[in-house]
C-alpha cells in the first residue's frame, strides 16, 4: 500500500466569485503539480456568521483550504 505525504495551502478570497480569488492561485497549484502533488479537496474555514432579522444565521466564508497529497519516496 502506497504511503503518502500531505500538503496544506490556505488562501483567502473575497465573495464567493471567480474573480475574488488570489492572482497567484493558479500559479501555486500548476507549481505543486510540477512537484508532483495531487490535490484532494478544498475546505472552507467558516469565520463566524450572522442573524439576518431572526431567521437563520449566515456565514462569512473567505478563508480556504486545499489539500494535496504525493507519493511518499524515500531515499535508501
Not at 439576518?52 to 466564508?61: M, V
Given at each position: 500500500?502506497?504511503?503518502y505525504e500531505y500538503k496544506l495551502?490556505?488562501?483567502k478570497a473575497g465573495l464567493s466569485t471567480a474573480s475574488s480569488l488570489p492572482n497567484d492561485l493558479n500559479v501555486k497549484f500548476d507549481k505543486l503539480g510540477d512537484e508532483r502533488w495531487?490535490?484532494?479537496?478544498m475546505q472552507p474555514i467558516?469565520?463566524?456568521g450572522f442573524s439576518f432579522f431572526g431567521i437563520g444565521i449566515f456565514?462569512?466564508?473567505k478563508n480556504f483550504v486545499a489539500v494535496f497529497?504525493?507519493?511518499y519516496e524515500r531515499n535508501i
Amino acid at each position: 500500500m502506497p504511503k503518502y505525504e500531505y500538503k496544506l495551502l490556505h488562501f483567502k478570497a473575497g465573495l464567493s466569485t471567480a474573480s475574488s480569488l488570489p492572482n497567484d492561485l493558479n500559479v501555486k497549484f500548476d507549481k505543486l503539480g510540477d512537484e508532483r502533488w495531487e490535490y484532494v479537496e478544498m475546505q472552507p474555514i467558516h469565520g463566524g456568521g450572522f442573524s439576518f432579522f431572526g431567521i437563520g444565521i449566515f456565514t462569512n466564508t473567505k478563508n480556504f483550504v486545499a489539500v494535496f497529497r504525493r507519493k511518499y519516496e524515500r531515499n535508501i
